[in-house]
């Protein structure tokens, strides 16, 4: 028989059995289709060289009028505006205290330090700040202490320890010396309270007896024990922030990247500034600062307790001013098509706000009114917060069934991977999932966490070709995604070695400088006259190109792997697994069955060679299949 080409369908599918999708692939790794052919995605490296505290599950850049370029980097533990490669800590202060509220108690021995401060309201791994400490007596030095601390343990309402170090971060032991309380100046500046990095069901919205306290009354999601996902978008050059479900902040960007944010509602001038939010959003035409799940006010002021349906808005060009009055455009609206508001995305010329169950337009009418909110569609919510993206096709979003998307209207999206996918979710941590693009190759990228996978955090990702509408999936752990556009390449959050960083993607081809390991695509079943036959496999011609780094040392390979079945139900068995180089003309194999299937992968198990620095693309495979025995 003579040779036939096999042009495999590009994308994967799942939602076909692997003998129906004959013809296609059923499924993959680390792998994108690219005018219609299956090639290894890009390369990841750490950008910069230094690290962060907590996981970052939010990524934001600006450009100052002076040029300046910033990243900010929301974290569970802190909030850093990075520039300049360095990681500059602008997270807010809660409270300071006065001079000698505080006082150390230290143990000859040990290095744990207790610290008395009445009501100091913090919560373990929050961060305080020291300073006008005196020596305890001993190796505790005043250097020691005037310096910022994570706590270690909160032990009672009044008093918490932490690990004395000194400042290269060394752990120091206290001597017998060690008699003394610090002295009387001493003052602590505690950070706002640190978030966790799991979601916690037993608090916020929804918790409690059905039909608890007034309709419309609002919850009381506390900061402490929620997932910590923060918002952040620019009002001019500033920045304003806000940890989901806590306060709202402002960073000033003429006072420099060295002083931190603050509380939006304590600045000079404010009027009636919502405390506490769920999102915070600009609406960029208009200059408006929106507060999704924002507090109400109650007799002047701001009650200080989030209601999740309460959407606010400050008077244009003024995001101090929230005080509606016949000369300005501050007001509020409250949503009523669900129980809370999940997320907003800005889109052209509307802002989308997603609650539990249906999808809202808000878009600027101008006065009386200011903004027009209208219900398009229940029955499509939003899975997470940051489960929507903007494309320049539109906006794709994830609910709770499946992937979606909105062009004016909501449109399910067709899906060759969807019962997969949302059959994989771990609805318990599906709060992580986060969507975003990488308009360098058309995709739509969605993180989420998995069920099979059973780490409760991030570790799975599908992605979607928006103009040639091809769906990939894949194993990666990511916390956050920004695309491409102030920055040169699309920036990821993520951990190596137990560290937070942040890595450039589609750099290179590798692995932050090792290998990439784990790419491959397995078709789905081949045979002969609907499997009448059995299948002899004599030789393959592959059609691979290997794309390398200039100035890499390397051995560009993969290999191909033949498995075999007689029918469906059975398991498959590996024939043969052949090394393919970019000089390899053909590859005997002589397998025989009735179904076959090709899996194309990277060389991992192969340590005679350097596997860096390089790319493959598939194209069109020759393969000298011919009929050997009719099956009965």
């Known amino acids: 028989m003579p040779l036939q080409e096999i042009d495999f369908q590009p994308g994967i599918n799942k939602e076909a059995t692997d003998y129906s999708a004959k013809g296609g692939w059923v499924d993959g790794n680390l792998i994108r289709f690219r005018k219609g052919r299956v090639e290894k995605i890009g390369g990841w490296a750490q950008l910069g060289g230094q690290y962060f505290l907590g996981i970052c599950r939010a990524l934001h850049s600006w450009i100052s009028l002076g040029g300046t370029k910033f990243l900010g980097i929301g974290t569970t533990w802190k909030y850093y505006i990075e520039e300049g490669d360095a990681y500059n800590d602008v997270t807010p202060i809660r409270s300071t205290t006065s001079a000698g509220d505080v006082t150390f108690a230290a143990t000859d021995g040990s290095s744990i330090i207790t610290i008395a401060d009445t009501g100091h309201g913090a919560v373990t791994n929050d961060f305080v700040t020291f300073s006008g400490a005196a020596t305890l007596g ?6 020691v202490l005037n310096q910022e601390y994570q706590i270690l343990l909160v032990t009672t309402a009044d008093a918490y320890q932490i690990t004395a170090k000194d400042t290269s971060g060394d752990t120091v032991v206290a001597n017998s010396s060690d ?11 505690y950070q706002i309270n640190v978030g966790i990095d799991t979601y916690v069901s037993s608090s916020g919205w929804g918790v409690g007896t059905w039909g608890a306290g007034g309709w419309g009354s609002a919850s009381t999601i506390s900061s402490v024990n929620q997932l910590r996902l923060w918002t952040h978008d620019n009002f001019g050059e500033n920045l304003i922030i806000n940890p989901r479900g806590a306060g709202i902040y402002e960073w000033i960007e003429n ?21 506490v939010g769920l999102q915070v959003i600009t609406s960029e035409t208009d200059r408006h600062l929106v507060i999704l799940g924002a507090d ?17 808005f400050s ?26 508001i999940v997320g907003g995305l800005k889109s052209r010329q509307e802002i989308l706000i997603w609650t539990d169950t249906s999808l809202y337009s808000m878009s600027f009418i101008g006065p009386p009114l200011t903004f027009a909110v209208n219900l398009v569609n229940e029955g499509a919510g939003l899975l997470a917060p940051n489960a929507a993206a903007n494309s320049p096709s539109g906006v794709f979003f994830a609910s709770k069934t499946g992937f979606n998307f909105y062009n004016g209207s909501v449109q399910r999206l067709p899906c060759t991977v969807q019962e997969y996918v949302f059959n994989d979710i771990d609805l318990n941590q599906s709060f ?20 099979e996978d059973g780490t409760g955090e991030i570790s ?28 040169d390449l699309p920036i990821a959050a993520a951990q190596y070695s137990g560290q937070s960083l942040l890595y450039n993607h589609e750099t290179g081809f590798d692995d932050n400088l090792e290998p990439m390991a784990g790419v491959y695509i397995e078709s789905a079943d081949i045979d002969i006259a609907a499997g009448e036959y059995d299948v002899f496999m004599k030789k393959m011609i592959p059609d691979m190109a290997f794309v ?18 007689n029918f469906p139900g059975q398991s498959l068995i590996t024939d043969s697994t052949t090394k393919i180089t970019p000089t390899s003309t053909f590859t005997n194999l002589r397998t025989r069955a009735r179904q076959v299937v090709f899996r194309f992968e990277s060389d991992d198990d192969n340590a005679t060679v350097d596997q860096k620095g390089y790319k493959w693309r598939l194209g069109s495979t020759r393969v000298d299949l011919q009929q050997s025995g009719r099956r009965g």
């Open 548 to 565: 390398t780094e200039a100035g890499v040392s390397n051995n560009p390979a993969m290999n191909i792997v033949v498995k075999r079945r």
């Open 179 to 189: 008699s003394g309380n610090g002295g009387s100046s001493v003052v602590g500046a």
């Open 255 to 275: 006072s420099g990247v060295s002083t931190r944010a603050v509380s939006l509602a304590g600045r000079s001038g404010a009027q009636q500034v919502p405390t």
């Open 432 to 451: 992580k999932s986060f969507m975003s693009v990488n308009s360098r190759y058309n995709e739509i990228w969605f993180f989420y966490p998995s069920l």
């Open 296 to 312: 109400p006010v109650s007799g002047g002021s701001r009650t200080g307790a989030i209601d999740p349906m309460l959407v606010a």
């Open 315 to 340: 008077s244009a060009e003024d995001e101090l001013d929230f005080e509606p009055t016949a000369t300005n455009s501050a007001g509020d609206v409250r949503l009523s098509s669900g129980s809370f």
């Open 460 to 487: 799975r990702y599908v992605t979607y070709n928006y103009l040639e509408q091809t769906w990939a999936i894949g194993s990666m752990t990511r916390y956050g995604w920004l695309d491409a556009g102030i920055e």
């Open 138 to 143: 001993g190796v505790i030095t005043a250097t």
